[in-house]
Structures are given as structure tokens and as C-alpha cells.
């Protein structure tokens, strides 16, 4: 057996040898892979030097390879500790030490071995410890694989069977040798061919197995030939066994039936091997579940989606998502068509592409086929094979589009949105199951973010409108307090039209209420103040408004506590009308025999007061807490429940504040608060002198 020994183990020396150098060159750093290359190192150089054992060339290669055994034992035994830590907070540590003490055991057994103590023991220790070494083998891998997650079993199955079938093979060598205190010679040349079996299970799991960074792979020819030519020996056998069968019962016709089937399972087998359809639903069946895939998904994904986010950088979000997937294909770029509100599909962006001036209607028939099947068109595959696009009927347009070759729907959860038409690739691109999956998903990604810039931009524009729409409800508030001014004044003019005085001040008054017109019109048109803000006194500007006011009743009083100027930094038209709203209000809620009292109150903390004070009916608490100053909340029958609302969002706008204070049948006190323009005081010139 000395020649089966030195070719089993010359040829568990030289895969071991390639699978080392295989994981050196795909270990990508993380500590499992560093121990798979170091256990498989070991294992290679034991194996090597047992092949020089059973040839009898080297001396003291014997003593190498028992030495070299028991550190490829351990370090088979790190390897699956390592893959084993996940569990190490439930996991006891008596196994961890169960294989220490076993190492250490089998060195014990080698060095009694050594020196001859061995025989004086009833058993021999170095067989029993080589037996130990199976056994707590077996624990490790039970342990493990009963430990790991039901998810993570499936990476961890192929490692498991092949290191449980080696640690069954040392298990049978080393009970038989026990038993019958002698090795078997022809077991243990198998040895060697038994480890060597394990490698590919090894490396299946290395590929399902990420957490290992081990870049393992196989060629896809090398899968695909082989599992065709094992499913034919497969095939060959059960075809074999049933005529064996048949000629065994077949009586005198027998053989020729076994010939007969012999024969017409090679046909069939010719015919199932050259069979395009068979074969390419092998490639697929080999590719989706034996391989890494076309892609690297990770860096494709986080490619796509930075694409995505970085969007108004060079490009807009259209031309963003058509590059994405673009570039997944390699095509140079293409054409974004997106719903509007009237359902149709409008040209929105193009890439590297001419513009379209088409318009897809969201029920023609390409739109529903996209929407209800969320198939990826190939023009190419549709105009060869039409048939495998069922009920679709492209436009003339996209059929007569130069360069046109994929169309990719862009849907939610919900809804198609849109669709991209990608040109031609640069170079021949294959369109098969994965690419199809790639851009399904990535579409959806896209369609995301479509989605949810449609979104935004219809938000935008509600809001625009409701902020027009609100700033045309303040005009017409004001537009109705300047209607008010222009009523009353046409009922004076009945008694005082021949009055001089009353004509002029007829005619500055309507002057001033075109002005003010002429004003909110260009506020409105704008969307903006009609000035910029700047310092406003206020003394002034309350004399102006209590002159608008005059002769009404009841009179109302303007009183100047503050000393000296008090400025603030406001829109004077915006402040003098939220003033004259705030004095309006308490005179119609103030009989004619009562008092209101406008007043500028000194500064305190660096803040202007204006104070409006009336002897009218007065408000509950509920009704300032709750009501006042929300909008479209009034008393009045002519109001329209906006004045409070307008005048303390102006307020804020500027840093000021609004209170009320208020009881029913005893009047009202509103206090305006405004952070008063502090100026620097100017420096005597006759400091330098």
C-alpha cells in the first residue's frame, strides 16, 4: 500500500497547496480567512511530508508529519472556535478547553511515544488521543452548526458535512487501531485523498460565506461542464441499471432491449446536451444559485444611489436617474418621460440624447403594458421576437426613434410615473435574467425619488398659491378698511360738500386712498412688502394714524410719554395699517359716549410700547385664548376675521409681540411691543482738542 499511500497524499499535498495559495490571494484581511489559511498551510505541509513517509526517502519525516498532524488538528480547531464566536456569550467554554487539553494531550502521547514509556501503559496513549481528537472534532462542528441562526446555516452546511466526514474518517482509523492496537495500513493510506475530498465543500462555503472576506469564486464554464457531465454519468448509471434490469428479466430478448435502451438513452442524452433551451436553463440555474453574481451589488448600489443624491450638482434629478441606469448597461444615455396631472407622460430630461417632442398618453397601449406587467422592453428582442411581448403595440414614434433600445418603466407601489428610454449600449451587451432584475430594482429606487420630487414641487406650488392667496385675503382686509374711509367720507360730503375745508381734505383723503391702492396692487402682483424695512419713529407715525381717525366717534386721545425719539426698524405702511387696524378695532368695539386712548409708553428693556386702550364691551378669557387670534374668527357682521391674525404674524416677523387684556364690560388693553434701533451716541469733537 506504500504507492497508494505516497499518491494519496501527494495529491492531498498538492490541493492543499493550490487551495493556500488560492485564499493568500483572496484573503481580504478578516481573522476567519486568516485562519483558513493558516489551518490549510498546515495541512499542505502534513500532507507533503506523509507522502515522504510512505516513500521512505526522508528519515525523519515521519516525526514532521505527526508533529505537523497535530497542529493541523489544532488549527482546524481555532478555525471553527473563530467561526464559533458569535456564540461565545452562549456558548460554554468547556469545548474551547476540551480542544486545548486534546492538543496538549496528543503532544504528551508523541513525547511518551518518543521515549518509549508507552509500552508500559495498558493502552496507547497516542492512538487514544488521536481518537480524542475526533471526537471533540465532532463536538465543534455540532456545536457550531447547531448554534448558528437557521438563516446562517446555509453558508456554514457545506463546511460542517466536510469537516464532520473528515473527523468520521479519523474516528473509524483511529477506534479500529484502538481496538485492535494496530493501524490500519489501508485506511491510512486513504488518508490523505479522504482530507483532500473535503476542499470543495470547504470552498462552496467559502463562497456563501462573506464574513470570512475570502474573494472565492469559480469559473462559471468549469460549474456549468462539469455538472453536465455529472448529470450525464448520473444519467448513464439509472440508464445502465434499468437495462441490466431489463436483460436480467428480459429472458431471450433481453440483451437486445439492454442494447435497445442503451442506445436511445444516448440519444436522448445527445439531444438534451446540444439542446440551446436546456442549456441556457442550466447556465441560468448554475448562475443564480452556485455563483457571485454579474454585478458587485454593493458598489453598484451605493453608485446608483449617490447618483441619485447628488443630484442639481451638474445635473437635475431627470438627467441624474437616466444616467444611473445608463450606466448599468452601458449605454451612453437617454430620454425621461413623466406623468403630469393630466394624464399623460411628457418629455422631462434627456442625457447625451435629442430632445423628443412627443407626448405618451397614460392609456395608451405601451403605458398599460408597462404598468401592468413592469417589464423592461428590449426594442431589439421586440422587433425579432414580437411574440414574447404580448398585447404590446410600441407607438411609431419610439419605433421610428434612432438609436432606441431599452425602455424601463418607472413605478411605486402604486403607480407607473413615468418611463426611460436608454440608446444603444457602447459595446454588445447581453440582456439576460440578472440585468432584467438590476434594472427592475433600480427603477423602483429611481421611481423614489421621482416621486417624491413631483411631490415636493406640488407642495411648492400649493404653497406659493397659499401664500398668494393669503396675502390677497390681508389686501382685501385692508382694501375694505380704505372702502370704510371712502364710505364715511361720502356721507359727510352730504352736509359739508360746500364746505372749502371738507373739499380739500375730501381730496387728500382720496389721495391717500389711491396711494394705498396703488400700493396693495403692487404688493400683490409682487408677492413681497411694498418697501424694505427701515428705521420708523413712532411718535410720528401714531399722530398720522390717530389724524386718520379723527372725527369719529368716540374721540380718541393720543398721549407721548416717551422723551425723546423711539425708532423701530418696520415696514412703515405695514406698521402704521396694523396700528390703525388694532385703534379701528377698539373704536367699533367702544360705545360713542366711551374713551379709547392711544399712547407711547417709555421703552423698557430696550423695547418700544404702544398701547391701545378702550372703554368698550370687552372680551372673555376663552375668546383671546382661543379665538382671537386665529383667522377667519370675528364677531363683527361685516368682518372677516383676519385683522388680529395679519397683525401678530407681522409682529413676530419683525421681533415684536402682541398682548391683550381684556374682561368683559370693562374694555380692552392691547400693548404692541417692538425692539427699539439703539444708536450709537455721537462723540464730542472737543475730546480731541
Known sequence: M?????????????AYLFFALYIFFAWRGALPGGVLFGAVSISALWATLSAFEAHGAAPLAGLGAVILDILRGAGWYAFLIVLSRPLWGRWTRWPTLAAVLVVVAQFVAFGLELGGMANALPFQPAIAAWLAHAVVGLMLVEQLYRGMPSVSRWGLKPLCLALAAGYIFELYLFADA????????????????????????IVLAGTRSPSWTLRMSVSREMVFHSTALAGAGLYLMVIAGAAYYVRYFGGDWGRALQMALLFAGLVLLGALLFSGAVRARLRVFISKHLFSYRYDYRAEWLRFTQALSSAD????????????????????????????????CVFHSRFNHSPVDVVEPLESPLCRFLADTGWVVNLEEYHAQPGRYDRLALPDW????????????????????????????????????????????AQRQAAGYLDRMLAAEALLEARKFDSFNRMSAFVVHDLKNLVAQLSLMLKNAQRHRDNPEFQQDMLDTVANVESRMRGLMTQLQEKRSIDPPRAVELAPLLREVCDLKCGLLPAMELVIEAVGTVEVSAHPQRLERIIGHVVQNALDATPQDGKVLLMLAPPEGGRARVIVEDTGCGMSPEFVRERLSRPFQTTKASGMGIGVYETRQYLEEIGGTLHYDSEVGHGTRVTIELPCIRREPEQSTAMGK
Not at 179 to 195: E, K, P, Q
Request: with cysteine.
Open 2 to 14: 506504500a504507492e497508494v499511500a505516497i499518491w494519496s497524499y501527494g495529491v492531498a499535498a498538492t
Open 398 to 441: 419610439l419605433s421610428q426613434l434612432d438609436e432606441a433600445w431599452l425602455v424601463i418603466p418607472l413605478q411605486t407601489a402604486d403607480r407607473l410615473i413615468g418611463f426611460v428610454v436608454l440608446s444603444s449600449p457602447r459595446t454588445p451587451f447581453d440582456i439576460d435574467w440578472e440585468v432584467l432584475d438590476l434594472l427592475k430594482t
Open 178 to 201: 484502538l481496538l485492535f492496537s494496530r493501524i490500519d495500513m489501508d485506511v491510512w493510506a486513504t488518508r490523505g485523498i479522504a482530507h483532500a475530498l473535503m476542499i470543495p465543500l
Open 313 to 344: 450638482r451638474s445635473l437635475d434629478l431627470g438627467q441624474s436617474v437616466i444616467k444611473a441606469l445608463s450606466d448599468l448597461v452601458e449605454s451612453p444615455g437617454g430620454g425621461l418621460w413623466l406623468a403630469d396631472c393630466y394624464g399623460k
